[in-house]
């Protein structure tokens, strides 16, 4: 699997190449959070602020739950195939991962544009 994407995570790897790829990891999911919550809370109305950050903070909790889940028990699936080949298992985990937010980057570009109305305001 390791042709798939590059190198990746190997049994050599050493520690600075981990902590520089944790360390893109973090500067990534941070670029994209910012915006993405100025996003979500300026396209809603001022007094359903609470309401959206709100649910904006299950949601994103909802991911990381399912996201865990789902990531190990695919690592522990490929686990018991392999015969414990921790490399192979973890790359799957991560493979599936990906195709996952491709698919939800997929559908968030089809998603409608603009201001996010109530039924208050379907009338006007």
């Not at 996201?67 to 599936?96: P, Q, Y």
């Not at 698919?103 to 379907?122: H, N, V, W, Y």
């Amino acid at each position: 699997m390791a042709g798939l994407t590059g190198p990746g995570l190997q049994a050599d790897t050493g520690p600075v190449a981990i902590v520089l790829g944790l360390c893109l990891l973090g500067l990534a999911t941070g670029m994209f959070q910012s915006p993405n919550n100025n996003a979500v809370m300026s396209s809603v109305q001022p007094s359903k602020l609470g309401v959206a950050s709100a649910l904006t903070a299950t949601v994103r909790n909802l991911g990381f739950v399912t996201g865990t889940g789902m990531s190990t028990g695919v690592f522990a699936w490929k686990m018991e195939k392999s015969g414990g080949n921790f490399i192979d298992s973890f790359h799957l985990a991560l493979l599936v991962a990906g195709l996952i937010a491709i698919l939800a980057m997929i559908t968030s570009l089809g998603k409608k544009r603009g201001p996010i109305r109530g039924p208050e305001d379907r009338g006007n």
